[in-house]
């Protein structure tokens, strides 16, 4: 990446590259990056929709791989210029155990540090999360807050708490001396709530709307905000963080860069309803329909059901005391950051980004049927 050699070709990896987020990353790399040479897309369960990737001009070697074995992760990042890390545990239901969350979101970004200091990778942008900052349990809000400002940050769930511990990892590795004397650098960005084509919860609401004959109901008050961005935003924004880290390192190394976009600051659901609202669904109430202490008292019957079923049967609804202080908490960014250090201005406007979600949900509610 030296300025002696501006044609050289480059080598990403992509870990997690299969998800939700993952896959648009490798699509963008692969439509916005002229310097790359080799895309390396990293996961434990490989998409078949790879294959396709792979009969275009840049080379696409797909790695089936788990980020928590170590000897893995090192064989993926040799000889790579630039790691992406977005691979991770996103659970917020009790689907897994919190050992495993913390495994995959901690121990997993530890191997990757490592795989970079022993394998001589300079440059690595990981795939934080607002949670690492909030919403936190008292319920305090955010209201379009930026990254100096001050907030109570107070994690107890393991998801917040092991994206906070791996963020905090990526961040202290920053110049570190890799393999061959040069220093790392690594940038953490912080996406809010992401949207778009492949958001399953989404798909899983549009679903759940049809069952009930066009239907949602209200559940949380219309005036609490909660940040969400679109996909293809956020891709785009790891992309150009990438490829600016090394002309930029004193600036960004070692920085923290909440992503967020034009989307409207609206309640989840009045939220949602952009998407669901042109699928026909309709949001029932202007208030919630159901008294808060209620909706509380549903998500503690929830998380007791899933501790006492948890040796029968794995009970994992949306509703739980977490998820319903997330939904509940007003959390919104606002901030030109990533701008001013690397240039980040929205790929897509608020119409493209939501237009391409609603065309996705469509179809993806339609296969269901
Ligand atoms: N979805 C959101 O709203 C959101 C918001 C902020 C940050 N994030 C972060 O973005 C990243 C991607 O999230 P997503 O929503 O695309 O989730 P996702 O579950 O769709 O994608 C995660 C990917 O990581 C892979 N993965 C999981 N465990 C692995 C392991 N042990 N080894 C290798 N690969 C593994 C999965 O197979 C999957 O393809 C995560 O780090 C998440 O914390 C997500
Ligand atoms: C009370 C219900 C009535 O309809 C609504 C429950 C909605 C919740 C399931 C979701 C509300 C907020 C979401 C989270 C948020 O958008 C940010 C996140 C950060 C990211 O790193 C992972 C996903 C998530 C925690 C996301 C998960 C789903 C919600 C809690």
Known sequence: ?????????????????????????????????????????????????????????????????????????????AGAHVVIH?????????????ETIHEVNVQGTRNVIEACVQTGTRF????????????NTKGHPFYRGNEDTLYEAVHRHP????????????????????????????CALRPTGIYGEGHQIMRDFYRQGLRLGGWLFRAIPASVEHGRVYVGN?????????????????????????????????????????????CGLQLVGARPLLPYWLLVFLAALNALLQWLLRPLVLYAPLLNP???????????????????HFGYEPLFSWEDSRTRTILWVQAAGSSAQ
């Open 322 to 340: 977490y998820t319903l202080a997330v939904a509940n908490t007003t959390f919104t960014v606002s901030t030109d950051k990533a701008q001013r």
């Open 234 to 278: 956020v891709a785009w924004m790891h992309v150009l963080a990438a490829r600016e880290l090394e002309r930029r390192a004193a600036l960004m190394g070692g920085q923290v860069y909440f992503c967020y976009d034009g989307s409207p600051y609206k309640s989840y659901e009045d939220f949602n309803m952009e998407f669901l609202g042109p």
């Open 124 to 135: 690595l942008v990981y795939t934080s999360s607002m949670e690492v900052v909030g919403p």
């Open 159 to 186: 998801y917040p708490c092991s994206k906070a511990l791996a963020e905090r990892l990526v961040l202290e590795a920053n110049g570190r001396e890799v393999h061959g004397g040069l220093p790392l650098v690594t």
């Open 1 to 77: 990446m030296a300025d002696s050699a501006q044609a050289q070709k480059l080598v990403y990896l992509v870990t997690g590259g299969c998800g939700f987020l993952g896959e648009h990353v490798v699509r963008m790399l692969l439509q916005r990056e002229p310097r790359l040479g080799e895309l390396r897309v990293f996961d434990r369960h490989l998409g078949p929709w790879l294959e396709e990737l792979k009969t275009g001009p840049v080379r696409v070697t797909a790695i089936q791989g788990d980020v928590t074995e170590a000897h893995e992760v090192a064989a993926a990042v």
């Open 86 to 98: 977005t691979a991770g545990l996103v659970d917020v239901f009790g689907r897994a155990s919190p």
